[in-house]
């Protein structure tokens, strides 16, 4: 095993050495497509098992964008003119959602409320589980305590309701961030167990429950979403978090809104954040808001969630992996054949043209872990087939 | 013609009320047209001449854009992808301008680099010209004092060089903001006087110079453009923003830059703006930096820049108003008929479907200015005739 990954040939070796230099430039983040694309044209990527995104939705979103955009000339005007004011773009998004327009936040992405919520809100203390998404730590600002809420391995990271709460009780943050589903794991807090904790953290400040991937999650078989819009009502230091990239497909639009308190919004709006949308994501967020669209959505969304069920059974088949438990559109995979995360990631990539996120920098993993998305059934059927030729040869 | 202006429908008076409180709603910035559209779709909007954008560059823009994006399908790479990040296109600019990369930040629109800058870097007082774009001052957070130097309407709103050093010398801020050409008025610093000011101000910490209307400038008839990439070199202090939205005809797209300290990039960058362009703007940055389209893009920039002066001659001929002097593309126009600005703008609106900007909410302007952008041709035509239909009956 570990011979057959040695054995690359010269003009390999030089292409292992430049994805290296350009994955190390990129931080803690991958290099996305576009740069990996540019800067190394002769990689042979064929599917980004990095991205985490549905591609049915995208198809969705294109079938919609080239109907009423690309063939109607209105294309035109989303590039030309400013888009509307974030508070335009909310009303919109409140009144599908049927709550106040007053407690929704429009953002550049999900990445820009992050960075907006993070710099304005967290005073002194923050309470993050790893593993994360690593933004949440990164865009903390200097003076304000990171305390690590550790995910623990044999519990397949889970999170431990009844230790968190205590956790929390014990080191009183004024912030505390739950992603659900996890990244990059997947773990899935049910609904009921979301609203258990709520109850017990009503003197923290800002409970921040970012649901960028709940679209995949599902809690029977109807697989109906998971609304948790409502909340806010009752809790009024919820901010919940939702980028549109993962769910829709939309990655390069730049999409992403909160629900939170009207206070709050007001005095990010007070100074800033006015015209954060763009021409695209304008449109795309009235055509969210849109009955036929939202029933179109629903079945790509459903269809893709039964596809990543099938898809981590193959997995599971699989030996010399571990596959832990997810609700998300992609799983946490620990390997068990003594390879390194990245050695793993590079012999995919330059091998069978699988590019996959390594979770080497990611603080709170115990052992070696790759995190694989869900693709489209064929891109998975190959992912499958590569990883079979792969652990047994 | 007071009386004329007070003729209006019943029909008309109903969209007048509807209009002004769509415009309260959206504070200090104009309603967008989007907004506009949607939620008074009977307004008779023939000329958006609030809109400061070069018509032409758009039509080109659109052209590279249909021909290589939509017609080549890549189309769906720019939505389903993420773009890439901050440093990766800021490279991208850095090559065509021949700077050090680590000196270029991307913004999601000039604006969120406005904001960036005025949150991050002004401690305790900023010099704002005034009249001015309104976010300078807006943005401003607690603590900051901000002050005002009074442009004069006896000098045409020009920057008095002299005077504004010994303004700055005496006030001691250490943040300075320049506008060049200036909004709202396009009064314009020629090059030799920014460096005379840059000169004396060396121990201003921040000294913005805001370009985003530069492209339209011209210190000769050769119109070529006037270039200040190159100042931080000798002036640390500078910070260069430029939108795009204006003179390559996007405001949708959403893309501006700056030009600063390698340090005060590394102090933003290092929690956050991340991912702060979208797929559009990246390809309009790559684009913006190929040979091929700056050739073409240096033409329409050209021809508009001989439409704006011709539509300015026509303006000075129009008995009712003062046109001031203007490098920008658009005019500052002072009401000399009784008339305030606010219903001048309505009353173009209503019996014209002209769409101008009123000034009545810009602090230090002494008396009734709307601003008015240049258009088409065709529309500055339409524009000309109707203020002269206006004026003359």
């Known amino acids: 095993m570990i011979e057959k990954t040695k054995v690359f040939t010269e003009e390999e070796e030089i292409l292992i050495q430049k994805f290296l230099r350009l994955k190390t430039d990129a931080g803690s983040h991958s290099p996305s497509i576009f740069t990996l694309k540019q800067k190394l044209p002769e990689l042979p990527i064929k599917i980004d098992a990095c991205f985490l995104s549905n591609p049915y939705a995208t198809d969705l979103f294109l079938n919609y964008f080239t109907k009423e955009i690309i063939n109607t000339g209105r294309i035109r005007e989303l590039l030309e003119f400013y888009p509307s004011q974030n508070q335009v773009i909310a009303e919109i998004i409140a009144n599908f959602l049927k709550i106040n327009p007053a407690s929704v936040f429009i953002g550049n992405g999900a990445i820009e409320i992050i960075q907006a919520v993070i710099h304005n809100f967290v005073k002194k203390k923050i309470v993050i589980n790893i593993p994360t998404f690593s933004s949440y730590y990164e865009f903390a600002q200097e003076g304000v305590e990171v305390v690590y809420n550790k995910l623990e391995k044999s519990e397949q990271y889970r999170l431990n309701t009844k230790r968190y709460i205590e956790f929390i009780k014990k080191h009183k943050p004024d912030t505390i961030v739950i992603i659900n589903p996890n990244n990059p794991d997947g773990g899935y807090i049910e609904h009921h167990e979301v609203k258990v904790i709520l109850d017990q953290v009503k003197e ?170 869900s693709r489209t059934k064929d891109e998975n059927a190959y992912i499958i087939k590569s990883l079979n030729d792969f652990f047994n040869s």
């Open 204 to 373: 923290v400040e800002n409970v921040i429950i970012d649901e960028s991937f709940i679209h995949f999650a599902y809690e029977d078989n109807s697989f109906n979403p998971i609304n948790t819009s409502d909340l806010l009502e009752q809790y009024q230091n919820l901010i919940i978090i939702k980028s549109m990239s993962k769910d829709f497909g939309i990655a390069g639009i730049r999409a992403g809104y909160a629900i939170m308190s009207p206070e709050k919004i007001t005095s990010l709006l007070k100074n800033g954040f006015l015209w954060n949308s763009n021409g695209l994501s304008e449109y795309f967020f009235r055509l969210y808001a849109r009955p036929d669209f939202a029933c179109d959505y629903n079945k790509v969304r459903v269809r893709y969630i039964q596809e990543t069920i099938e898809f981590i059974n193959e997995l599971h088949k699989i030996k010399g992996i571990t596959v832990y438990p997810s609700m998300a559109n992609f799983v946490l995979l620990e390997l068990n054949n003594g390879m390194t995360a990245d050695d793993f990631v590079t012999t995919l990539l330059i091998k069978y043209g699988i590019y996959v996120r390594t979770c080497s920098d990611k603080i709170g993993l115990v052992g070696e872990y790759v995190r694989l998305a």
